[in-house]
């Protein structure tokens, strides 16, 4: 599937400035916060000053656009502009030492209110939506997506994807990235919907007719480049870039490696 430029710009997340900060919420180590944009909409806001940093919010970004654009409901994704005011009359001081850390541009999401914590011993996914996550997990390298942690919700009668600030995990050390392209993604056993996930020849199919070079290098070039800079000052931006890209690009061009690992691991539980 070949995308036309503006298809592809139409991705790109709005900037929204941070009205008015709301709360914390006190849930993971990276410890979002909720807030109001300036449109008047509620978001959760990833902070780069929290857990894993920029980090985080590369991981949170590049999955979350990947999820988005291959169909799957996610929270619309913004950037959101912390100014030097936003927290300051909050009363606990770690929070507040976090927002101020937090300055700049942040990663946030439509908040979805009423929204419930998916419950795999409650809620039954399609079994062709469940595989699809199962191969999108897999493909991003996304180790919490578990039974005790599913980060996902039940908002509307359907099933949503949020949190994928675990995604991507060879960049907490980018030696051997090459070799992590390549793995078969263990941490697959754990997922919460792979006994679900009956159906991964065939979300691997879709995803791949979904997912293409071109968008996953588009998706990369929107990453912020500030996010890049505080993640890896060692590691210019533009290198990277080119390591995100082709990370992901090899992983998609060999991803009957992490399908049939998928199979075999749905087969042993």
């Not at 439509?110 to 409650?122: H, N, R």
């Not at 980060?151 to 099933?159: T, V």
């Not at 980018?174 to 390549?182: I, N, R, T, Y």
Request: aromatic share 8%; charged share 20%; no cysteine.
């Amino acid at each position: 599937m070949e995308y036309a430029k503006d298809e592809i710009e139409l991705l790109r997340p709005p900037l929204i400035e941070v009205a008015r900060y709301t709360a914390p919420l006190r849930e993971g180590g990276s410890l979002p916060v909720l807030a109001d944009g300036a449109d008047g909409y509620p978001y959760v806001v990833k902070l780069r000053g929290g857990g894993h940093g920029a980090k985080a919010l590369i991981s949170e970004f590049v999955g979350g656009m990947i999820a988005t654009a291959a169909g799957m409901r996610v929270p619309q994704l913004v950037f959101m502009n912390l100014d030097e005011a936003f927290g300051i009359t909050e009363p606990d001081e770690e929070v507040q030492q976090l927002l101020q850390a937090s300055r700049g541009l942040n990663m946030g999401m439509s908040f979805l209110s009423g929204a419930l914590t998916w419950d795999v011993t409650v809620n039954k996914p399609d079994h062709v939506e469940a595989s699809r996550i199962v191969w999108l997990d897999s493909f991003l390298t996304n180790v919490d997506r578990t039974a005790t942690n599913t980060n996902m919700l039940l908002w509307r009668g359907a099933l949503w994807l949020i949190d994928h600030g675990s995604s991507l995990y060879f960049h907490h050390n980018w030696d051997g990235w090459e070799k992590a392209a390549l793995s078969p993604f263990a941490y697959i056993k754990s997922h919460a919907l792979l006994p679900h996930a009956t159906r991964m020849l065939e979300a691997d199919d879709i995803m791949r007719r979904t997912i293409t070079p071109q968008l996953i290098k588009a998706i990369v070039d929107m990453i912020p480049e500030e996010w890049l800079r505080q993640s890896e000052p060692g590691i210019d931006p533009d290198e990277q870039r080119r390591v995100y890209t082709t990370f992901l690009t090899t992983r998609l061009a060999n991803s009957k490696i992490f399908t049939d690992h998928a199979i075999q691991a749905r087969k042993q539980l």
